[in-house]
């Protein structure tokens, strides 16, 4: 088992930064790929960013390409997702998830999720 609890989420005015985090327990966390997925009201949860295991291999949805920044580290058992330019379209409860996993980075259907955070862009 894996327990993930996200932090960081809040309302923000738009161009305005957030780092949200990923705190894990439980088994290895270096032995898991984490993916970061959102999802706005009324609409289907979406991925956001990934990394690998070791984090050689990092991925990132078109819409927050050059804004979002995803990191790990592994001694402290925790991801971050750091949120630049925000826009009000990324208002939306994020999520992490863990997964043994050497591909399919952005597929939604990882093992293990968090509870959520909201983050809530103004415009």
């Known amino acids: 088992q894996v327990q993930l609890v996200e932090s960081g989420g809040g309302l923000v005015q738009a161009g305005d930064s957030l780092r949200l985090s990923c705190a894990a327990s439980?088994?290895?966390?270096?032995?898991?790929?984490l993916g970061w997925f959102r999802q706005a009201p009324g609409k289907e949860r979406e991925f956001v960013a990934a990394?690998?295991?070791?984090?050689?291999?990092?991925y990132y949805a078109d819409s927050v390409k050059g804004r979002f920044t995803i990191s790990r580290d592994n001694a402290k058992n925790t991801a971050y997702l750091q949120m630049s330019s925000l826009k009000p379209e990324d208002t939306a409860v994020y999520y992490c998830?863990?997964?043994?996993?050497?591909?399919?980075?952005?597929?939604?259907?990882?093992?293990?999720w968090g509870q959520g955070t909201q983050v809530t862009v103004s415009s």
């Open positions: 990394i690998s295991w070791g984090g050689r291999a990092i």
């Open positions: 998830a863990a997964d043994v996993r050497y591909s399919g980075y952005d597929r939604v259907d990882y093992h293990y």
């Open positions: 439980g088994r290895t966390f270096s032995n898991y790929a």
